[in-house]
């Protein structure tokens, strides 16, 4: 069945580190969406990407649509304790059906 | 923007009994409605699907029965866990399209978590 693998799976960092993570998938998809979600609340959308190839920022944000569309990544810069939760990336199936498909999620912790 | 209002956000009940979650569009009409399950440290799971006026389509592996969704109007879907046990503690999140024309995305409802004991 389809997957959309994150990586990695956690990972703790310094206040003021760098971040990144990647999403890859086992089929092929046309939108790359990422979200962010805290605890015990439901997610956040952070970036959309539609064409692949593309790179699109949201402040101190970065996400890039893979050219083969089967995987994207999202960079996080100077990162501060708020940046603390889980990352998703998600997707509508290219099958056809509507609703999103989630990765397995990347959980960073920031250190202060 | 488009917010979907989600009741309760946490809920503990005792194993046999129903619950009823609600998901409300603010401002704006939710044609379909998404419900998803998210189990600990695990990603979220689509459940079913709802349509305003028609049935709502399940996952495989989801009971009918046993997850009973309403979506009688239009700002208004409901997930009702019947005779719930330990097993359906989880955390669930409703979610739906944005409205035409406030560009592509989805809104989600801030999740409820269920607890049985």
């Known amino acids: 069945g389809q997957q959309l693998n994150q990586s990695p799976q956690s990972m703790f960092i310094q206040e003021g580190e760098d971040v990144s993570m990647n999403c890859t998938s086992s089929?092929?998809?046309?939108?790359w969406l990422w979200y962010k979600q805290d605890p015990g609340e439901g997610p956040v959308l952070l970036i959309a990407l539609y064409k692949a190839g593309e790179l699109t920022s949201n402040g101190r944000l970065t996400a890039q649509f893979g050219i083969t569309r089967k995987d994207s990544f999202l960079n996080i810069s100077a990162s501060i304790p708020s940046d603390v939760g889980i990352y998703f990336c998600?997707?509508?199936?290219?099958?056809?059906?509507?609703?999103?498909?989630f990765g397995t999620g990347t959980r960073l912790t920031v250190i202060p | 923007g488009a917010v979907v209002s989600q009741h309760p956000s946490w809920v503990i009940c005792k194993s046999g009994t129903s619950v009823k979650i609600e998901c409300r569009s603010l401002d704006f009409q939710a044609t379909t409605m998404f419900w998803y399950r998210q189990f600990p440290k695990q990603s979220l799971m689509l459940m079913a699907t709802s349509n305003e006026g028609s049935k709502a389509t399940y996952e495989q592996g989801v009971e009918k029965d046993k997850f009973l969704i309403n979506h009688a109007s239009l700002t208004l879907s409901t997930l009702t866990v019947t005779s719930a046990h330990p097993e359906d503690s989880s955390f669930y999140i409703c979610?739906?399209?944005?409205?035409?024309?406030?560009?592509?995305?989805?809104?989600f409802g801030s999740g409820t978590r269920l607890t049985v004991v």
């Open positions: 998600a997707g509508p199936l290219p099958t056809g059906a509507n609703n999103l498909f």
């Open positions: 089929s092929i998809f046309n939108t």
């Open positions: 979610s739906t399209p944005f409205p035409a024309g406030s560009g592509y995305g989805y809104t």
